[in-house]
T-cell receptor, first 111, second 114 residues
């Protein structure tokens, strides 16, 4: 059974810092790994999707990597801004298509 | 707005009421999902539909009844709910159920059961 864990649960950094959010999963037979952003009380916005055959994806200041052998994915945020404050969720997809979510990392970027 | 639209955005209902949540996607996706997000818990998958056929029911109580009349619309019918059912209900879609396609989520319906 796939389980997804995110560390840390919460993170507070000053504006401008580079930061890394971690995601680990128990089943290496993962189809893809998707990172989402959720603002308070809102839905999920997809940030990056890493397919099984890929190792990383980049979008602007965001870079996500996937290492299936170690069961880990990281989301790197460069030059953080107050607008990046949100909860970041990672989710892994099994070969049956089921998307399993971690509990999220709540990020606060202080001006 | 994302490609997945959910209505209403907020809903307050009594335990004896019957209400429905609606989800609509115009992305041409063939799979649709209902998720429940409670405070301090990871998102929980409730139902999966592929080509309008329910392919998964994740041990959800019968007071939640899904309906998928076509590949663009998904409903969640609610009746005799409990206060612990209060949560954010999220709809999502993907190109296909299997194959590693990414999910697109709606903005959710915030449900409060009183």
């Amino acid at each position: 059974k796939q389980e997804v864990t995110q560390i840390p649960a919460a993170l507070s950094v000053p504006e401008g810092e580079n930061l890394v959010l971690n995601c680990s999963f128990t089943d290496s037979a993962i189809y893809n790994l998707q990172w989402f952003r959720q603002d308070p009380g809102k839905g999920l916005t997809s940030l990056l999707l890493i397919q099984s055959s890929q190792r990383e994806q980049t979008s602007g200041r965001l870079n996500a990597s996937l290492d299936k052998s170690s069961g880990r994915s990281t989301l790197y945020i460069a030059a953080s801004q107050p607008g990046d404050s949100a909860t970041y969720l990672c989710a892994g997809s099994s070969n049956t298509g089921k998307l399993i979510f971690g509990q999220g990392t709540t990020l606060q970027v202080k001006p | 707005e994302t490609g997945v639209t959910q209505t209403p955005r907020h809903l307050v209902m009594g335990m004896t009421n019957k209400k429905s949540l609606k989800c609509e996607q115009h992305l041409g996706h063939n799979a649709m999902y209902w998720y429940k997000q409670s405070a301090k818990k990871p998102l929980e998958l409730m139902f999966v539909y592929s080509l309008e056929e329910r392919v998964e029911n994740n041990s959800v109580p019968s007071r939640f009844s899904p309906e998928c009349p076509n590949s663009s619309h998904l409903f969640l019918h609610l009746h005799t709910l409990q206060p612990e059912d209060s949560a954010l209900y999220l709809c999502a879609s993907s190109q296909e159920r299997v194959g590693g396609y990414g999910y697109t989520f709606g903005s959710g319906t915030r449900l409060t059961v009183v």
